[in-house]
Each structure stands twice: as structure tokens, then as C-alpha cells.
């Protein structure tokens, strides 16, 4: 009963079932069945009957049932938190402080700006018609997640979208559906109307195929890989739907020679072990003046080594393993493989112990890495950290820049100079000054370059799942109107 359509649980009919694991046990934590092209194309008829009417209610009636999700969310943190841990082996400390009370101001956000969606006044831009705009909800929305921060992810999807009056099936990554379909049951249960949000969970080349490339979907909001991310345009060719893409990350992280060097040492530690460097806006990429570099890396190298690693359910616990066995070997191939060209200062291996039944890594500090190194170009997606020096300020912007990606980057300085030029030189959808990783609801959050287009969150995100029709009146009553000389003259 994974399945969430037309305001129901149900079974998939395809008698496909998978186990979610929890990655640092082992442990199953569920088996669910999974959604092939027939439950997609029911999602979507769901989603066609309902967008009617949704798309119709007031903002306030939109608004209300949306305060209420939010209620609802808020009284059921704990269940979220648990589960959120469980199946994508997150200590339940970043669950608690961060993936549940995120979603809970997410939705808090979107039920007030549901409010305050608007097209431009209207007025005479030509002398003789009135123009103006309507600001309308695009239809169906298909919607993907990746499993790095599955609740996040399906609420940053459905928000924007149902509070602008769309219909979404989301489908959320396999290995990590369990809170995506409860928090379309707690959306139901707070009174959204049955086929407003429809959960299928299925594998990509099953159900997220047949979402893609549903002939009634019109629009595909993706986040994930840039290389999925390409295969989500292709098939949006087919019947031209508008589309979203969140894609792939390599922040850079720039610090100067008169930053306050210990803020920078502890802002790289967590920004590059947030969710185990499972975050595509995580720090990556040190690029550090040379005068501080090696007190740079031997500070990270020591912090690094004192990271808690561990039983997700502990509360002192402060990484957790990686999402599975097989991205843990992706990430130690990209480790081992970096042993031969660069300098790995601390970590490159997974614990033993009692942390071999969990895909566990330890962080994981390469130095000395050039632009042209595998490790500085490719996503890792781990708690790998690679640092490289530069000597101008030019030179650090340029190798912020050297990257197919651009969804977030920071600086680290005290001169407020150099700070603004490193905002304005870096190309990416987020630059943060003497922090790294904090996001807001009112902010958006989305790239540039191969990290994809469009926005969440914030208002800006409304852009994305509406459209903007122009209503043009004929103020003058004239059955022959001045301009229509130009066309005929009898
Ligand atoms: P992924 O492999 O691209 O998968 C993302 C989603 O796409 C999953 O639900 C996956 O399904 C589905 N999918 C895979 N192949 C598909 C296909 N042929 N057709 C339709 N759907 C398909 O990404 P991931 O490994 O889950 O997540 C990590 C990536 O996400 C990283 O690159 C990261 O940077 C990016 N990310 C970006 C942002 C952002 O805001 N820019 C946020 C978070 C993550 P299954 O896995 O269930 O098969
Ligand atoms: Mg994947």
C-alpha cells in the first residue's frame, strides 16, 4: 500500500515488490510494491479530474488547507523524523533540526503565498484596449525526486505547485519512498481534495519513464542527476511540456587569506558533511588562498577526525552512512582512485567494526587537487572534501568557475570588497559570504549552467508551475477599428 492516488493508499497491480533498507543496519524497513505504467496513468487521470476544481478554489481556500498540512505536519514531526532517518540512514538529529522543521516552514510558507500569487495591474497599454494579466496554473505536474533529502524534496515539488492550483504525481527515488506517500496521506487528512497529489513509487525506467513521457502531464519538474536530467528534456520534447530541473552540484568554497580562518575551518566541516555530502549544494570544493592552505587543511583534517559516526537513532551521533552499499563503492572509487594523483590527508575508508553492516564512509580530506583531476570535476555525492590553492583573486574565481556546475558557492573573507566581487564573479544560483549550506522558505534555490534551470521555494518558484495569460479588451466599442486599415481599406 505505497501507492498514493486519488486520496487513497493503494497496491501497485504490477506484483513487483522491493525492500527499503535502512543503510546503517542493514536492517529492512519496509517492502513495497511497485508502480509500473498502470498506476502512472491512473495518478495522471486522477490528477486531470481534480485540477478542475483546485485550480479554481480561491487562494484563501487553497491557503486554509494548507495552514492545516502544515498543523498536521507540526503534530506529526517525530513519526516524520523517525522514518525519514530510518530509511535514508540520517542521524535523527538532522531530521529533527532540520529535513522536518524545513518542511513544516515550507508549508507554513506556501500556505501564506498562496495568497499573494498576481499578474500585473491591469492598464492601457495600447490607447484604445485595456490589457492584463492572469496568472494560471499549468495542469498536470509530473514530479521526480532524488533520495538525498526525500521529504524535502517531495515538499519542495508539491508546495509551489498545489498552492498555484496544479495537480502533481510525484515520484519519489525508490530506495527512500516511505515519507513521500505519508506526507500526501497527512496532506489528504488535512482536508486537500483526493487527486491534488498522487504518490507513485517506482523505479525511474518504470514509473518515472512513464510519467515523463505521459502524453497528459503537462509539465516535469526533476530533481537528480544532470545525467537523468537530460533524459527528463528529451522526453519533454515529445508533447512539448514545460519543464524544471534541479540537477547536479560541485560548490566551490573560497577562502581568502584574511578570513577568520577558524569559522572557515568549521564552516567546511559542516557544510561538506551535511547529510554525509549526500547535498548537492555541499561544500566540495576548497579553493584556499596559499598563505593559510596548510593551516587550513590541518585544521579540517583534525575536525574531521572527530566526526561522530554511528547509530542514526542516537542523538550524539553526527554523520550517518551513505544511502546504500553501491554509492558507498562509488564514492570510495573516486577516493581510491585519487590516491594514485593526490594527497589523501584524512580518512578514504569505510569504518570496520560494527559499522561494516551499515554503507558507512569516513570523511574524507583529499589535498593538492588541480582542475584537471577527476575529483575536482565529477559529483562525488560523499563526505569528501578536495582543497586546492590559488594565489589571486582572480585565479580563485576562475577555479570556482571551472565547472559544468553552478548551484551554489561561498566565500570566506573580512573585506567586504572582496566579498562582493566573489558574489558577482561566481557563477551559481547561490553564493553565500562566510557561511555555507543554511536555506530559507522565502529564498529561492535552484542553478545555473548543467545544475539545471528554474527555482524552489519562495515565490520565485511560482514562476516555474504558472503561467502568465494576457487578456487583452477593446475599450472603444468600434466595429471598425483604426488598425484594421493597415490589413484592408474596402
Ligand atoms: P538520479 O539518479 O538522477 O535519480 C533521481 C530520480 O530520477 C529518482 O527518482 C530516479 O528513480 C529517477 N530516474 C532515474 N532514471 C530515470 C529515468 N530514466 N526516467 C525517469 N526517472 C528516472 O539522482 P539521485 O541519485 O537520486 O540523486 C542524486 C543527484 O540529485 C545528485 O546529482 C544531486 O546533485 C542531485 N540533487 C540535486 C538537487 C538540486 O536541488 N539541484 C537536490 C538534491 C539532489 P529511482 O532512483 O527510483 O530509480
Ligand atoms: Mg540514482
Given at each position: 500500500m505505497h501507492q498514493f492516488i486519488n486520496g487513497q493508499r493503494v497496491t501497485a497491480n504490477s506484483g513487483h515488490t522491493k525492500r527499503v533498507i535502512n543503510p546503517a543496519t542493514g536492517e529492512t524497513v519496509a517492502e513495497i510494491d511497485e508502480a509500473g505504467a498502470d498506476e502512472v496513468d491512473a495518478a495522471v487521470r486522477a490528477a486531470r479530474a481534480a485540477v478542475r476544481d483546485w485550480s479554481r478554489a480561491t487562494p484563501a481556500e487553497r491557503s486554509t488547507v494548507l495552514h492545516r498540512f502544515a498543523q498536521a505536519l507540526g503534530e506529526r514531526a517525530e513519526e516524520f523524523a523517525q522514518l525519514e532517518s530510518q530509511q535514508a540512514g540520517k542521524p535523527i538529529r538532522l531530521t529533527r533540526e532540520f529535513d522536518v522543521p524545513g518542511t513544516v516552514d515550507n508549508t507554513a510558507f506556501f500556505a501564506g503565498a498562496a495568497r499573494n500569487l498576481e499578474g500585473k495591474a491591469a492598464a492601457e497599454y495600447s490607447p484604445v484596449h485595456t490589457s492584463m494579466i492572469r496568472r494560471e496554473a499549468i495542469g498536470v505536474i509530473g514530479s521526480i525526486a532524488p533520495w538525498n533529502y526525500p521529504l524535502q524534496m517531495a515538499a519542495w515539488k508539491m508546495l509551489p505547485a498545489v498552492a498555484a492550483g496544479n495537480a502533481v504525481v510525484l515520484k519519489p527515488a525508490e530506495i527512500t519512498p516511505l515519507t513521500s506517500t505519508l506526507f500526501a496521506e497527512v496532506a489528504h487528512g488535512a482536508g486537500l481534495p483526493a487527486g491534488v497529489f498522487n504518490v507513485v513509487v517506482g523505479s525511474g525506467s518504470t514509473a518515472g519513464s512513464a510519467l515523463l513521457h505521459h502524453p497528459d502531464v503537462n509539465m516535469l519538474s526533476f530533481t537528480g542527476s544532470t545525467s537523468v536530467g537530460r533524459k527528463v528534456l528529451e522526453a519533454a520534447a515529445g508533447t512539448a511540456k514545460r519543464v524544471h530541473l534541479e540537477l547536479g552540484g560541485k560548490a566551490p568554497f573560497v577562502v581568502f587569506d584574511d578570513a577568520d580562518l577558524e569559522a572557515a575551518v568549521h564552516g567546511a566541516v559542516a557544510g561538506s558533511l551535511i547529510n554525509a555530502g549526500q547535498d548537492c549544494t555541499a561544500a566540495t570544493r576548497a579553493i584556499v588562498h596559499r598563505s593559510v592552505y596548510d593551516a587550513f587543511v590541518d585544521g579540517v583534517a583534525t575536525l574531521f577526525a572527530k566526526v561522530r559516526i554511528g547509530d542514526?537513532?542516537?542523538?550524539?551521533?553526527?554523520m550517518g552512512p551513505l544511502v546504500s552499499m553501491t554509492h558507498r563503492d562509488s564514492v570510495a572509487g573516486f577516493v581510491e582512485r585519487a590516491r594514485s594523483y593526490a594527497r589523501i590527508v584524512v580518512g578514504g575508508e569505510a569504518p570496520g567494526g560494527d559499522h561494516a553492516r551499515g554503507s558507512f564512509y569516513l570523511p574524507t580530506l583529499i589535498a593538492d587537487v588541480t582542475p584537471a583531476m577527476e575529483v575536482f570535476r565529477e559529483e562525488i555525492f560523499g563526505p569528501v572534501l578536495t582543497v586546492t590553492p590559488f594565489d589571486t583573486d582572480d585565479e580563485a574565481f576562475a577555479l570556482a568557475n571551472d565547472t559544468v556546475y553552478g548551484l551554489a558557492a561561498s566565500v570566506w573573507t573580512t573585506d567586504v570588497f572582496r566579498a562582493m566581487r566573489g558574489t558577482r564573479e561566481i557563477q551559481s544560483g547561490c553564493v553565500w559570504v562566510n557561511d555555507h549550506i543554511p536555506i530559507i522558505s522565502e529564498m529561492p534555490h535552484g542553478g545555473v549552467k548543467q545544475s539545471g534551470f528554474g527555482k524552489d521555494m519562495s515565490t520565485y518558484s511560482f514562476e516555474e508551475y504558472t503561467a502568465v495569460k494576457h487578456v487583452m479588451f477593446d475599450?472603444?466599442?468600434?466595429?471598425?477599428?483604426?488598425?484594421h486599415r493597415t490589413v484592408f481599406t474596402a
Amino acid at each position: 500500500m505505497h501507492q498514493f492516488i486519488n486520496g487513497q493508499r493503494v497496491t501497485a497491480n504490477s506484483g513487483h515488490t522491493k525492500r527499503v533498507i535502512n543503510p546503517a543496519t542493514g536492517e529492512t524497513v519496509a517492502e513495497i510494491d511497485e508502480a509500473g505504467a498502470d498506476e502512472v496513468d491512473a495518478a495522471v487521470r486522477a490528477a486531470r479530474a481534480a485540477v478542475r476544481d483546485w485550480s479554481r478554489a480561491t487562494p484563501a481556500e487553497r491557503s486554509t488547507v494548507l495552514h492545516r498540512f502544515a498543523q498536521a505536519l507540526g503534530e506529526r514531526a517525530e513519526e516524520f523524523a523517525q522514518l525519514e532517518s530510518q530509511q535514508a540512514g540520517k542521524p535523527i538529529r538532522l531530521t529533527r533540526e532540520f529535513d522536518v522543521p524545513g518542511t513544516v516552514d515550507n508549508t507554513a510558507f506556501f500556505a501564506g503565498a498562496a495568497r499573494n500569487l498576481e499578474g500585473k495591474a491591469a492598464a492601457e497599454y495600447s490607447p484604445v484596449h485595456t490589457s492584463m494579466i492572469r496568472r494560471e496554473a499549468i495542469g498536470v505536474i509530473g514530479s521526480i525526486a532524488p533520495w538525498n533529502y526525500p521529504l524535502q524534496m517531495a515538499a519542495w515539488k508539491m508546495l509551489p505547485a498545489v498552492a498555484a492550483g496544479n495537480a502533481v504525481v510525484l515520484k519519489p527515488a525508490e530506495i527512500t519512498p516511505l515519507t513521500s506517500t505519508l506526507f500526501a496521506e497527512v496532506a489528504h487528512g488535512a482536508g486537500l481534495p483526493a487527486g491534488v497529489f498522487n504518490v507513485v513509487v517506482g523505479s525511474g525506467s518504470t514509473a518515472g519513464s512513464a510519467l515523463l513521457h505521459h502524453p497528459d502531464v503537462n509539465m516535469l519538474s526533476f530533481t537528480g542527476s544532470t545525467s537523468v536530467g537530460r533524459k527528463v528534456l528529451e522526453a519533454a520534447a515529445g508533447t512539448a511540456k514545460r519543464v524544471h530541473l534541479e540537477l547536479g552540484g560541485k560548490a566551490p568554497f573560497v577562502v581568502f587569506d584574511d578570513a577568520d580562518l577558524e569559522a572557515a575551518v568549521h564552516g567546511a566541516v559542516a557544510g561538506s558533511l551535511i547529510n554525509a555530502g549526500q547535498d548537492c549544494t555541499a561544500a566540495t570544493r576548497a579553493i584556499v588562498h596559499r598563505s593559510v592552505y596548510d593551516a587550513f587543511v590541518d585544521g579540517v583534517a583534525t575536525l574531521f577526525a572527530k566526526v561522530r559516526i554511528g547509530d542514526t537513532a542516537d542523538p550524539g551521533t553526527d554523520m550517518g552512512p551513505l544511502v546504500s552499499m553501491t554509492h558507498r563503492d562509488s564514492v570510495a572509487g573516486f577516493v581510491e582512485r585519487a590516491r594514485s594523483y593526490a594527497r589523501i590527508v584524512v580518512g578514504g575508508e569505510a569504518p570496520g567494526g560494527d559499522h561494516a553492516r551499515g554503507s558507512f564512509y569516513l570523511p574524507t580530506l583529499i589535498a593538492d587537487v588541480t582542475p584537471a583531476m577527476e575529483v575536482f570535476r565529477e559529483e562525488i555525492f560523499g563526505p569528501v572534501l578536495t582543497v586546492t590553492p590559488f594565489d589571486t583573486d582572480d585565479e580563485a574565481f576562475a577555479l570556482a568557475n571551472d565547472t559544468v556546475y553552478g548551484l551554489a558557492a561561498s566565500v570566506w573573507t573580512t573585506d567586504v570588497f572582496r566579498a562582493m566581487r566573489g558574489t558577482r564573479e561566481i557563477q551559481s544560483g547561490c553564493v553565500w559570504v562566510n557561511d555555507h549550506i543554511p536555506i530559507i522558505s522565502e529564498m529561492p534555490h535552484g542553478g545555473v549552467k548543467q545544475s539545471g534551470f528554474g527555482k524552489d521555494m519562495s515565490t520565485y518558484s511560482f514562476e516555474e508551475y504558472t503561467a502568465v495569460k494576457h487578456v487583452m479588451f477593446d475599450i472603444t466599442g468600434d466595429r471598425e477599428k483604426a488598425w484594421h486599415r493597415t490589413v484592408f481599406t474596402a
